[in-house]
């Protein structure tokens, strides 16, 4: 197993995956989300509920005085965050673990908003791991915070699949 630069790990085996399970393996670096970060996501997806696009129209009208990131976006930050902290070694003389997949999302929670040009990062957990045929599947715990605030963002448990 090998050590990343924000306490991370990059594992090449199930057994060493195992390992991981219950301990939190490393915090992401902030990352701050603009305007125009939202904007390129609404116009991406579609989503163009005045919350997120309408600078003015929030200010005067949301609770929040600003737009805010849509819940999906933060969600679409996850690979981004927890790659800097987690990673399968799936090319090293040692690695027995050949590709990984996403599996998918489980126990998402919005639980407070994220206002533009605030900044966010992404503290993992590795949660379960479970044997699969022919490699194994396990769920990494992302909780996504927000700097200066007490309550996290969002939190999801996002499930992955690994072939050996």
Not at 3 to 12: I, L, Y
Not at 26 to 40: E, H, N, P
Not at 91 to 113: C, H, M, W
Request: hydrophobic content about 40%; aromatic content about 8%; overall charge negative.
């Amino acid at each position: 197993m090998t050590d990343t630069s924000r306490g991370g790990a990059t594992v090449s085996t199930i057994a060493e995956l195992e390992q991981l399970v219950g301990q939190e393996i490393g915090v992401s670096s902030w990352l701050t989300v603009d305007q125009q970060t939202i904007d390129l996501f609404a116009q991406t997806t579609g989503d163009h509920q005045w919350i997120h696009v309408d600078p003015e129209r929030a200010a005067r009208e949301s609770p929040f005085r600003s737009t805010i990131a849509h819940g999906f976006l933060i969600l679409a930050l996850a690979p981004r965050l927890t790659f800097e902290v987690f990673g399968l070694d799936e090319t090293g003389a040692a690695s027995e673990i050949q590709f990984g997949v996403n599996y998918g999302l489980d126990k998402v929670r919005f639980i407070s908003p994220l206002p533009v040009n605030a900044s966010i990062r992404g503290r993992v957990t590795v949660a379960s791991v479970e044997s699969e045929p022919n490699g194994a599947k396990f769920t990494l715990r992302l909780t996504f915070e927000r700097q200066g605030a007490d309550r996290p963002v969002a939190i999801a448990d996002w499930l992955q699949r690994v072939f050996t």
